[in-house]
């Protein structure tokens, strides 16, 4: 599985955004796919998975309410719906892929980052 990430950009405080995770590969239905976050100085941390079916999904507490994980199998595409976004969401951010579901598994996959900058 091959994984692309985009739609990242800079836009203020209360905005939105929506990234999208483009998938190659035949088995991406078999795959749970997470987004993780990076920040400057920081450990990459969790941000939000969403089950290889789109059935179920798991978020941070920091983003439960805000943030929206979704899949469409048919393009291959996992999208990360960002709203009311703060400044401390500023963060490179990537979709990873895994065949393991919950808290700690390993991700066998990595996208590219895409940065998203919120401004005050």
């Known amino acids: 599985v091959q994984l692309q990430a985009s739609g990242g950009g800079l836009v203020q405080a209360g905005g939105s955004l929506t990234l999208s995770c483009a998938a190659s590969?035949?088995?991406?239905?078999?795959?749970?796919i997470g987004w993780f976050r990076q920040a400057p100085g920081k450990e990459r941390e969790f941000v939000a998975r969403?089950?290889?079916?789109?059935?179920?999904?798991y978020y941070t507490h920091s983003v439960r309410g805000r943030f929206t994980i979704s899949r469409d199998n048919d393009k291959n595409t996992v999208y990360l719906q960002m709203n009311s976004l703060k400044p401390e969401d500023t963060a490179v951010y990537y979709c990873?892929?895994?065949?393991?579901w919950g808290y700690g598994v390993g991700y066998e996959y990595w996208g590219q980052g895409t940065q998203v900058t919120v401004s005050s």
């Open positions: 590969g035949r088995t991406f239905g078999q795959h749970h």
């Open positions: 969403v089950s290889a079916s789109g059935n179920t999904d």
């Open positions: 990873a892929a895994s065949r393991s």
